[in-house]
């Protein structure tokens, strides 16, 4: 059985930073692309940040936090981290992590197989 456990949220200023991490037990963890979405109130779940698990561990980004989110993943550890700074109010929602397998494309998260239960990012103003 796979799961995937979230943390690192918060409360945090504008401008400020955190960084949310995941760690997965079960399955095979180096043949997972692995994902970070989000959800803020009203809005559907969104891609934010993926990496790959081949081409070198690719990543890739939502244009919105390109240069101020770093995705990476340790592969002894079996973690996923994203890095965030210079966070913005509209940054606030909550953030999973996801894991898929297979063809496909790694923002799609309907291409995902299993999801953690979210942890709380807010970014005041």
């Known amino acids: 059985q796979v799961h995937l456990a979230e943390s690192g949220g918060g409360l945090v200023q504008a401008g400020g930073s955190l960084r949310l991490s995941c760690t997965i037990s079960?399955?095979?963890?180096?043949?997972?692309?692995l994902g970070w979405f989000r959800q803020a109130p009203g809005k559907e779940r969104e891609f934010v940040a993926a990496v790959s698990n081949y081409d070198g561990d690719k990543t890739y980004y939502k244009d919105s936090v390109k240069g101020r989110f770093t995705v990476s993943r340790d592969n002894a550890k079996r973690t996923v981290s994203l890095d965030m700074n210079n966070l913005k109010p509209e940054d606030t929602a909550i953030y999973f992590c996801?894991?898929?397998?297979?063809?496909?494309?790694?923002?799609?998260?309907?291409?995902?197989?299993?999801w953690g239960q979210g942890t709380q990012v807010t970014v005041s103003s």
């Open positions: 996801g894991a898929r397998e297979g063809p496909g494309f790694i923002q799609d998260g309907g291409s995902y197989l299993y």
């Open positions: 079960g399955g095979n963890f180096i043949n997972y692309g």
